[in-house]
T-cell receptor, first 115, second 114 residues
């Protein structure tokens, strides 16, 4: 069965510093991987995805993610964090089993960017 | 129509009452998903529609839950005889090509059962 793990419940960084939010995956076959961000009492906003191609994927709001097949990781990164980046971040993998292609989410990582 | 719309945004109901939520997907998206998100957890899959056909239901979807998507357009999720454990954010998402174009989520309906 497909799954993703987000090992950190919370990540704290100072504004202007680089940030990394970690995600590891377990899939059979080629992974389709996603990052979403959620602000309080809001739905999920799409940041970026990896389907195939370059291991470094660039997304919205200056975020990028690096796909590493050998380490089965898809960490989210940003060179310089903003206070407005503070939110809940979810990694997800597309379930290849069956016809639904539903997303399977991690438990989320709360990012706190301190001024 | 630039996104997925969900109504109501918030619903407070007494235990035992029935509630219904609505999702209006992006008009050209034929695939529609319902998820439930409880505090401190990631969204969990509930059910999936392709056009008007409900093709998969999670075991999380007890007999008290029913979902429809008449004519393959909007969808409704009904919970009968609500319980306190049903309190959660209910999210709807739609997509066109499965996964490759991403999934667009609505802002969700937050249900509080008192």
């Amino acid at each position: 069965a497909q799954s993703v793990a987000q090992p950190e419940d919370q990540v704290k960084v100072a504004e202007g510093n680089p940030l990394t939010v970690k995600c590891t995956y377990s899939v059979s076959g080629n992974p389709y991987l996603f990052w979403y961000v959620q602000y309080p009492n809001r739905g999920l906003q799409f940041l970026l995805k990896y389907i195939t191609g370059d291991n470094l994927v660039k997304g919205s709001y200056g975020f990028e993610a690096e796909f590493n097949k050998s380490q089965t990781s898809f960490h989210l990164k940003k060179p310089s964090a903003l206070v407005s980046d503070s939110a809940l971040y979810f990694c997800a993998v597309r379930d290849h089993g069956g016809a639904t292609n539903k997303l399977i989410f991690g438990t989320g990582t709360l990012l706190a960017v301190q001024p | 129509d630039t996104g997925v719309s969900q109504n109501p945004r918030h619903k407070i109901t007494k235990r035992g009452q029935n509630v219904t939520f609505r999702c209006d997907p992006i008009s050209e998206h034929n695939r529609l998903y319902w998820y439930r998100q409880t505090l401190g957890q990631g969204p969990e899959f509930l059910t999936y529609f392709q056009n008007e056909a409900q093709l998969e239901k999670s075991r999380l979807l007890s007999d008290r839950f029913s979902a429809e998507r008449p004519k393959g357009s909007f969808s409704t999720l009904e919970i009968q005889r609500t319980e306190q454990g049903d309190s959660a954010m209910y999210l709807c998402a739609s997509s066109l090509v499965p996964g490759e174009d991403g999934y667009t989520f609505g802002s969700g309906t937050r249900l509080t059962v008192v």
